[in-house]
């Protein structure tokens, strides 16, 4: 019966009246899993040793997390994930790890108190510019996301030209074409 209602009151075009004859939804709240506190996560980000001090685009760069459990209950189905922001000046934009990261995110079963894992982010910096990288971590029942410090890093464009490879081409191409000439004269 209250159907009807619902579908009379619709199709009358008074959507207001069929809302009010509706019997009250169940809320989403007794649909999902009520929150825990959120979990007593640390998320430390910082370059790897060995990275070099100017990077230019072709060069690799690593970063390296470290994600404790300071709690008192275990963390569980905890999933980290790596973000990547250009912030150029009127280029900010989220960049996508496609190209730059096969390694975008763990997932750990779960984290006992105390307990941390440490995990390495390589990237292959395929664009100059200037760049911020977060690590961002959030547990199955957490109610909120940790984000380690942002570390931020510039990469310098690479000269398409390289004289080192440039230069035995220019030098030897015209010494060749030289020495065909050179070569056909004497033979005639």
Same mark, same amino acid.
């Given at each position: 019966?209250?159907d009807?209602i619902?579908?009379v009151?619709?199709?009358a075009?008074?959507?207001?009246l069929a809302?009010?004859a509706?019997?009250?939804?169940?809320?989403?709240?007794?649909?999902?899993?009520?929150?825990?506190p959120?979990a007593?996560?640390?998320v430390?980000?910082?370059p790897a040793t060995?990275n070099?001090?100017?990077p230019?685009m072709?060069?690799?760069?690593?970063?390296r997390?470290?994600?404790?459990?300071?709690?008192?209950?275990p963390?569980?189905g905890?999933?980290a994930?790596?973000?990547?922001?250009q912030?150029d000046p009127?280029?900010?934009? *989220? /960049?996508?790890l496609e190209?730059?990261?096969?390694?975008?995110a763990i997932? #750990?079963a =779960? +984290?006992?108190? %105390?307990?941390?894992i440490?995990t390495?982010?390589?990237?292959r910096l395929?664009?100059?510019?200037?760049?911020r990288v977060?690590v961002s971590?959030?547990s199955r029942?957490?109610?909120?996301?940790?984000p380690?410090?942002?570390?931020d890093?510039?990469v310098?464009p690479? *000269? /398409?030209?390289?004289?080192g490879?440039?230069l035995?081409?220019?030098?030897? #191409?015209p =010494? +060749?074409?030289l %020495?065909?000439v050179?070569?056909?004269?004497r033979r005639?």
């Amino acid at each position: 019966m209250i159907d009807r209602i619902i579908l009379v009151a619709f199709l009358a075009g008074a959507p207001w009246l069929a809302a009010m004859a509706a019997p009250p939804a169940a809320s989403a709240a007794a649909e999902t899993v009520a929150p825990h506190p959120a979990a007593d996560l640390k998320v430390d980000l910082r370059p790897a040793t060995g990275n070099p001090d100017a990077p230019r685009m072709g060069d690799r760069l690593a970063f390296r997390s470290t994600i404790r459990n300071a709690g008192t209950t275990p963390v569980d189905g905890l999933i980290a994930w790596l973000s990547l922001v250009q912030v150029d000046p009127g280029h900010e934009q *989220p /960049v996508d790890l496609e190209d730059w990261s096969a390694h975008k995110a763990i997932a #750990v079963a =779960a +984290l006992a108190p %105390g307990a941390e894992i440490t995990t390495a982010w390589p990237m292959r910096l395929i664009q100059s510019g200037r760049y911020r990288v977060v690590v961002s971590a959030v547990s199955r029942t957490g109610a909120a996301l940790t984000p380690s410090r942002f570390v931020d890093f510039t990469v310098q464009p690479k *000269p /398409v030209v390289e004289s080192g490879r440039v230069l035995p081409v220019a030098l030897g #191409v015209p =010494a +060749l074409l030289l %020495g065909g000439v050179l070569l056909r004269r004497r033979r005639s």
